[in-house]
């Protein structure tokens, strides 16, 4: 510690584990090396300047809550980002790493106690679960945290979400209507017609957002209403 010129300096210490030497405006400190098992902290005041010295103990305690995280996500909405609380001994530094490049942690100290936040994203991922680990060390003493990470697709939009076809007997025939598929990314679709072979739809399979032509044939169907799902 340096204090200024002309400062007056007047150290005083009621913590056992630390010793100082003054030479100048410097004050020189030691610390013991038999350690707490769980730290201990002392403090130097200085011209009424109290300075705080932390030693972490030989086995120093780590704890985290929640110790697993679960999120949700389609493949381009990023899930909300949650939180794990991180205690100590207070004022130890700790280091943290994820092994996961869909993962990334921010924290608001990096003294204990602290807050971590985690947020994940869906970028380059595909449909499927997902599982990483997020390690916390401080003092030599490591703690895991779990995460699970699940991405599920996109639900199709159609536009419309129903056609109607109307014929009479006899008369002209109107066969054909239009269906848009839309979808935030591009990705394939798929369709399926009802088992009845009146419904036809054109292209089979496309990438969205697609425009699909669908077509019925009234031939040898009698008066009535028949419906058929489509997908």
Known sequence: MITGAGCPIVPMTTSGFLTFMLSGNTVNYTVGSERDVQGRTGTITVGGQPFTVFQGGTNP????????????????????????????????????????????????????????????????????????????????????????????????????????FTYVIGGPLRRRSSLRSSRRIRSPSRRRAGAAGFVSVSPGTGTTPQVFNVSVDPTNKTAGTYRRAWW
Do not use: M
Request: proline content about 8%.
């Open 61 to 164: 305690r780590l704890t985290v809550q929640p110790q697993r995280l679960v999120f949700f996500s389609n493949t381009v909405t990023a899930p909300p980002s949650q939180t794990v609380n991180i205690e100590g001994d207070d004022g130890s530094f700790f280091d943290i790493s994820v092994d996961v490049p869909w993962a990334k942690v921010s924290r608001d100290s990096t003294q204990l106690p602290a807050t971590l936040t985690v947020t994940v994203s869906p970028v380059g991922l595909k449909f499927g679960d997902y599982n990483g680990t997020i390690t916390v060390n401080s003092g030599g003493t490591t703690t895991v945290i779990f995460l699970r990470y699940t991405v599920f697709g996109l639900r199709l939009i159609p536009s419309p979400t129903q056609l109607t």
